[in-house]
């Protein structure tokens, strides 16, 4: 697979939309990874820092509420 800007060998592929990138147009990002509710009530986030990022996509800051699936 090449990277989606210069296609040149991939070296990793982007966490969140799956776009090859090579070493010099890759990004990071933190990623998250999982939402919980606590003990507490209150709702924490496992983030994962650094994961590889293309730069084009755009993930939401904040997860989309999926009400349909309960
Ligand atoms: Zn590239
Ligand atoms: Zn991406």
Redesign the pocket.
Known sequence: MNCWHCDRPAHGI?R??G?ALCRDHVKTMPFLLEIYKGKDGDHKAIVVEDTL??G??KPRESPVILKELE
């Open positions: 982007c969140f939309c776009r990022y293309c084009i996509c």
